[in-house]
């Protein structure tokens, strides 16, 4: 059997980052350590740390009562506010926003000062997007589907600033801004999708093409993850996502020719390289 891994799969620069930096707090703080949301999705890595001694902070609710304590802002970064709590508190603050989420933050707060309605292009829900629409204001808008858009509540002559979830599937982002260029708005697009994840998408698309079944491995709540499988399901029907090895069936592969893997973002090289040689062990 052939089986091809993606070069792109696993840890991306912002995550990496993120992990690292919650690792070296543990090796010198003379202070609790917390993580405001899981410092990724993947539960393998999140279990680790709290064996550790890190607490996930749940909850804006809960994030007020901490004080004397070290707080990491995940990878996923989080609204202007967060940061004006903390500070408030008095409570040391350790940034891992991905470099990529934080350039969106400035241009969105610099565009709605600018006067223009800013949309974001992602899922309302993500803590990613979350994080952004908190650099915004009241009119900031967030828009997943092309049925969002008729119902928007824009005004005739509004100028638009359109920005995109960094994991937010490339050509769904290219499919929505034309629908917004259609109405005839003043906007101003900002393609702000990581390359990371572009290059990620376009392989994934690429390898599933061209095998007989394809796995994507990675946190159930990962937003990239769950878009791989969408992209990779497109190319090929026996596309199976799984979280870890001891999640893959090896009945699901054991009458084709050729395998593909990949992983997103939030995926330890460890647990791909463990699925990797579970599939060549048995086939």
Known sequence: MKVIVAKTAGFCFGVKRAVDQVYRQIAGADKPVYTYGPI??????????????????????????????????????????????LEKNGVAVVDATCPFVKKIHRIVEEQQKAGRR?????????????????????????VETEDQIAGLPISEGEKLCIVAQTTFNYNKFQDLVEKFEKRGYDILVLNTICNATQERQVEARRIASEVDAMIVIGGRNSSNTQKLYEICREECKNTYFIQTKGDFNPECVNSVRSVGITAGASTPNQIIEEVHTDVRIKF
């Open 40 to 85: 990724i999705h993947n539960e393998q890595v999140v279990k680790d740390l709290e064996e550790k001694g890190v607490r996930v902070i749940g909850s804006e609710e809960e994030l007020k009562s901490v004080r004397d304590a070290i707080v990491v802002i995940r990878s996923h970064g989080v609204g202007k506010h967060i940061y004006e709590l």
């Open 118 to 142: 800013v949309i974001i292009i992602g899922n309302p829900n993500h803590p990613e997007v979350e994080g952004i629409r908190g650099w915004g204001d009241e009119r900031t808008l967030v």
